[in-house]
């Protein structure tokens, strides 16, 4: 029975100092501390290149505005205008007159001013825009003149200096200027009695075109065959 157990204790001992030895034991058999290879790093990924933006573009705007306007007619003004890199382009007015409307889509500036809009209307911009850069046209003026409701003519001629037989014409008088707007209605005259003037001015003639034709007649009151039918616009 003795001897059974001093064997148990022996082989225990035995396992004991094995796994002792194994766990003191490190590489290749020797104690101390361990040998760790660091592990190899890996290269460092090359910088991205950030993509190259071009620098935006201003727009253009151009044209030559109408620098006159007349009351009661309409005006109007229309720019060109482009961009470069294909923005869309949008507009704005400085010091526009107060008779005319803007467009901020098209830059049209347009209006029909009234007859109390006379005068001059000055430092008018357009600017057009691609929301960050930006041209001008200007600044101009715009000068505003009363249309005229009625306008005249002047009419000359050569004096006669004979009668129809042939004889010199001894007693010249005057003349007759007959008018009208219908080439075959000269229902106006105006007389001049005084055979020395050869031109003359007919005024209040409204807006229209109007015909004309000079006779001229004598002291005994023999009136000459007329002229050739003359004609004018009064605008």
């Known amino acids: 029975m003795s001897m059974i157990n001093t064997k148990a204790?022996?082989?225990?001992?035995?396992?004991?100092?094995?796994?002792?030895?194994?766990a003191c034991l490190g590489d290749g058999g020797k104690s101390g501390t361990s040998t760790t290879t660091p592990p190899v790093a890996s290269p460092a990924p090359a910088p991205t290149t950030p993509p190259v933006t071009a620098p935006n573009q201003p727009p253009t705007i151009s044209g030559t505005p109408l620098t006159s306007a007349k009351t009661n007619q309409p005006y109007a003004f229309q720019p060109t205008?482009?961009?470069?890199?294909?923005?869309?382009?949008?507009?704005k007015v400085y010091n526009k007159p107060a008779w005319a409307t803007f467009d901020p889509a098209t830059g049209k500036l347009a209006g029909t001013p009234s007859s109390s809009s006379t005068g001059k209307f000055s430092n008018i911009t357009i600017v057009a825009s691609d929301g960050t850069n930006s041209d001008e046209l200007g600044p101009f003026e715009i000068t505003v003149a009363s249309t005229a409701t009625t306008?005249?003519?002047t009419?000359?001629?050569?004096?006669?200096?004979e009668n129809a037989d042939g004889s010199p014409l001894t007693n010249l008088a005057g003349y007759v200027i007959r008018y009208g707007t219908k080439s075959?209605?000269?229902?106006?005259?105006?007389?001049?009695s005084n055979p020395g003037i050869t031109t003359a001015m007919v005024e209040g003639l409204a807006l229209a075109r109007w015909y004309f034709t000079v006779s001229a007649y004598t002291t005994t009151g023999v009136e000459s065959m007329p002229s050739a039918v003359g004609s004018k616009t009064v605008t």
């Open 184 to 192: 075959d209605a000269l229902t106006l005259e105006l007389k001049i």
């Open 155 to 161: 009419l000359s001629w050569q004096p006669p200096t």
């Open 81 to 91: 205008a482009s961009d470069p890199d294909g923005d869309k382009v949008t507009f």
């Open 151 to 153: 306008g005249s003519a």
């Open 9 to 22: 204790r022996a082989l225990a001992l035995s396992l004991l100092i094995s796994v002792s030895l194994t």
